[in-house]
C-alpha cells in the first residue's frame, strides 16, 4: 500500500535549527510537496522537490533522496510564528497526492 | 485578489440532516478537491473534479456527493449516510496540468459538528 511517515511532534527552541523527516512508499513518484499549516487554518505551500538534492528557500530548505524514498525539510533561525503543522505529501504515478498526518512543531522561547 | 473561499467557517447540524458545504475560487483554476482532516491523520480525499461537469471519487466518498456545474464552484453535500461527518473540511484547486505535479492552494475550511 501506499504510506507516508512523520513524526508526529517535535519541540525546538526559538532561533535554533530543526530537521522534520518523513519518509513515503508510493505506487510510483512524481515529487514532494511540504506544507504549513496553522491551527485552525488553510495549508500553505512550502516547498515541491523531484529531483534528488537540496532546495532552500529563506529559511526554510527541503531535501529529497528518491533511492531513500526520503525528505526532510529544514527550518533555520526558529520563530514563534513557525509553531504549526508540517505536512508532508507525495505525488504518485497517477498524480495523486498521498499525504501524511502532520508534525506538529511546538517552539519555545 | 484570488483565491479559494469556504463558507461557513463553522457549522453545526443534528444528525439524520444533510448539509451542504460551498467552495468557490477565482483563481481560473481547472481541478478542484475536497478532503477531510480529522486529528492525527493527514488529509483524506472525498471527491475531486478536473474539469466542469466531471467528477471523480477519492479515498473516502461514502456518503458525501458533489456537483460541479460551473468551473468556480465546487459544493460538498455531506448526507445523513456519512457515519462519522463530524471533522473539518478542506476545499482546494490547482491548475489541473495533465501530467504536473501542480500546487494546490487550499481554502480556509469548515468545521462541520453533527449531533
Known amino acids: 500500500g501506499q504510506n507516508i511517515d512523520q513524526p508526529t511532534e517535535m519541540t525546538a527552541t526559538e532561533g535554533a535549527i530543526v530537521q522534520i523527516n518523513c519518509t513515503y512508499q508510493?505506487?510510483?513518484?512524481?515529487?514532494l510537496f511540504w506544507y504549513q499549516q496553522h491551527a485552525g487554518e488553510a495549508p500553505t505551500f512550502l516547498s515541491y522537490n523531484v529531483l534528488d538534492g537540496l532546495e532552500e528557500k529563506g529559511r526554510f530548505s527541503s531535501f529529497l533522496s528518491r533511492s531513500k524514498g526520503y525528505s526532510y525539510l529544514l527550518l533555520k533561525e526558529l520563530q514563534m510564528k513557525d509553531s504549526a503543522s508540517y505536512l508532508c505529501a507525495a505525488l504518485d504515478s497517477n498524480y495523486q497526492l498521498i499525504w501524511g498526518a502532520g508534525t506538529k512543531l511546538i517552539i519555545k522561547p | 485578489d484570488g483565491g479559494i473561499t469556504q463558507s461557513p467557517k463553522y457549522l453545526f447540524r443534528k444528525e439524520g440532516q444533510n448539509v451542504t458545504l460551498s467552495c468557490e475560487q477565482n483563481l481560473n483554476h481547472d481541478a478542484m478537491y475536497w478532503y477531510r482532516q480529522d486529528p492525527g491523520q493527514g488529509l483524506r480525499l472525498i471527491y475531486y473534479?478536473?474539469?466542469?461537469?466531471?467528477?471523480q471519487k477519492g479515498d473516502i466518498a461514502e456518503g458525501y456527493s458533489v456537483s460541479r456545474e460551473k468551473k468556480e464552484s465546487f459544493p460538498l453535500t455531506v448526507t445523513s449516510a456519512q457515519k462519522n461527518p463530524t471533522a473539518f473540511y478542506l476545499c482546494a484547486s490547482s491548475m489541473g496540468t495533465p501530467d504536473k505535479a501542480d500546487e494546490q492552494y487550499f481554502g480556509p475550511g469548515t468545521r462541520l459538528t453533527v449531533t
Open positions: 508510493t505506487s510510483g513518484f512524481n515529487g
Open positions: 473534479s478536473q474539469i466542469v461537469n466531471d467528477f
